[in-house]
């Protein structure tokens, strides 16, 4: 089987660079650790959730194709070690949250400290940092596969099946992100449940110990 979204977007963040974004939160490495680990799936579901009607898929692509070719991954590094570069690293990141979540940030911001176990104020700070990376490393996979706006769909459908075959909490949270904002907004309650659970489950504890390697 292919390597899934989420296991390659976890590659990303070695022991130094979540250092790094300890440094830049003002937290524990073992936290911050735990943080990435449970925004990961819930930005990555936001982006399908986003992406389910076809103007959404187009609005993904075109950003994707014109902002985002994955070049940031080469550049984690000096984008983390603080000053203008993070602050700009994180102003890019809010465009992006306010696009994909909308009304619903503080939901998924609730649901990821949760799912992490730290409080709510870090992971404000933390997903404006995690989102052009995330971004990237789709932008990367939409290059490397020659996709176009229909081929981006098929491949985040494809995730979101994979994750139902392997760890079915997972997968029921990509599918409620996946309903989109107003569906995660209706369902906020269940939302935090799943994500309470999510590095509990097989691909959580893949996920964390992939990071925290």
């Given at each position: 089987?292919?390597?899934?979204?989420?296991?390659?977007?976890a590659?990303?963040?070695?022991?130094?660079?979540?250092?790094?974004?300890?440094?830049?939160?003002?937290?524990?490495?073992?936290?911050?650790?735990?943080?990435?680990?449970?925004?990961?799936?819930m930005?990555?579901?936001?982006?399908?959730?986003?992406?389910?009607?076809?103007?959404?898929?187009?609005?993904?692509?075109?950003?994707?194709?014109?902002?985002?070719?994955?070049?940031?991954?080469?550049?984690l590094?000096?984008?983390?070690?603080?000053?203008?570069?993070?602050?700009?690293?994180?102003?890019?990141?809010?465009?992006?949250?306010?696009?994909?979540?909308?009304?619903?940030?503080?939901?998924?911001?609730?649901?990821?400290?949760r799912?992490?176990?730290?409080?709510?104020?870090?992971?404000?700070?933390l997903?404006?940092?995690l989102?052009?990376?995330?971004?990237?490393?789709?932008?990367?996979?939409?290059?490397?596969?020659?996709?176009?706006?229909?081929?981006l769909?098929?491949?985040?459908?494809?995730?979101?099946?994979?994750a139902?075959?392997?760890?079915?909490?997972?997968g029921g949270?990509?599918?409620?992100l996946?309903?989109?904002?107003?569906?995660?907004?209706?369902?906020?309650?269940?939302?935090?449940?799943?994500?309470?659970?999510?590095?509990k489950?097989?691909?959580?504890?893949?996920?964390?110990?992939?990071?925290?390697?």
């Amino acid at each position: 089987m292919s390597e899934s979204l989420l296991q390659g977007l976890a590659q990303q963040f070695s022991g130094e660079t979540i250092g790094q974004i300890s440094n830049l939160l003002g937290a524990p490495q073992d936290q911050t650790g735990n943080a990435v680990a449970a925004a990961l799936p819930m930005l990555l579901g936001s982006m399908m959730g986003a992406a389910q009607q076809p103007e959404g898929a187009n609005a993904l692509f075109g950003a994707l194709n014109n902002d985002h070719d994955g070049s940031i991954l080469d550049m984690l590094g000096p984008l983390l070690s603080g000053g203008y570069a993070s602050r700009a690293l994180g102003a890019d990141g809010g465009r992006i949250l306010g696009h994909i979540l909308g009304n619903n940030r503080s939901n998924v911001e609730q649901a990821v400290s949760r799912g992490a176990g730290v409080e709510a104020g870090l992971i404000q700070k933390l997903l404006p940092m995690l989102a052009p990376i995330v971004m990237g490393y789709l932008g990367k996979r939409l290059r490397g596969g020659g996709l176009d706006a229909g081929g981006l769909g098929s491949l985040l459908g494809a995730e979101r099946e994979q994750a139902r075959q392997q760890d079915s909490g997972l997968g029921g949270l990509l599918d409620m992100l996946g309903g989109g904002q107003q569906q995660q907004q209706d369902q906020g309650g269940g939302l935090m449940d799943l994500a309470g659970d999510l590095l509990k489950g097989p691909a959580g504890k893949a996920i964390l110990g992939q990071i925290l390697k």
